[in-house]
């Protein structure tokens, strides 16, 4: 699906395993900031790409799972997945990870690929449930997030550590589809 925002024009579209070097890309990219994700970057495994593509095929052969991504101009600037559980009382439920490159952060791609991801679970029989973690200083996600219908479930406090002095909470939101 093919949408405007600023006056420019994103391509909405299901993930592929074609996909996976850019989904990688970005990973590493957002990681490497060191401001929004739980791993530093020399924690990172270096993924080789044949892995990244498996991880992409066994979302997408996953009813209960989907990978959307975002791109411009042919190139993949942002991705948002669903993973399920893969407990019997878990399966109505799953978790979103959600990246997008940095210089195209502030231009409405997350709200883009937010709704495609939400209309997808409402369509999806099994999905009743989404779930996820940002950490409490990411201010601009924690509002897209309200803005899109989620409510914060709890919080982990000092869940993540950076320095002597310095942590940070998880705050865990959600919202019903069903």
């Known amino acids: 699906m093919l949408e405007s925002k600023n006056n420019v024009t994103y391509k909405i579209r299901t993930g592929t395993v074609e996909d996976a070097e850019a989904i990688l890309d970005i990973e590493n990219d957002v990681i490497s900031e060191g401001e929004y994700f ?3 970057s020399d ?3 270096q993924t080789p790409i044949q892995k990244q593509r498996d991880w992409v095929q066994s979302n997408l052969e996953n009813e209960r799972e989907t990978l959307i991504v975002a791109e411009m101009n042919g190139v993949v600037v942002g991705w948002i997945v669903f ?3 893969n407990k019997k009382r878990l399966l109505h439920t799953g978790s979103i990870t959600m990246l997008i490159r940095k210089n195209y952060r502030g231009l409405g791609i997350g ?3 937010l709704e495609a991801l939400l209309g997808w679970a409402e369509e999806n029989p099994y ?3 989404v779930s996820l973690g940002v950490f409490s ?3 601009r996600a924690i509002s897209l997030y309200k803005k899109m219908g989620f409510l914060e479930e709890g919080r982990k406090i000092n869940e993540f550590k950076f320095n002597d002095n310095e942590y940070m909470d998880d705050i865990l939101m959600y919202k019903l589809v069903k």
């Open 83 to 85: 993973r399920s559980n």
């Open 111 to 113: 709200t883009m690929l």
């Open 38 to 40: 739980i791993a530093e």
């Open 43 to 45: 924690e990172l495994e």
């Open 137 to 139: 200083t990411n201010h």
């Open 127 to 129: 999905i009743e449930k």
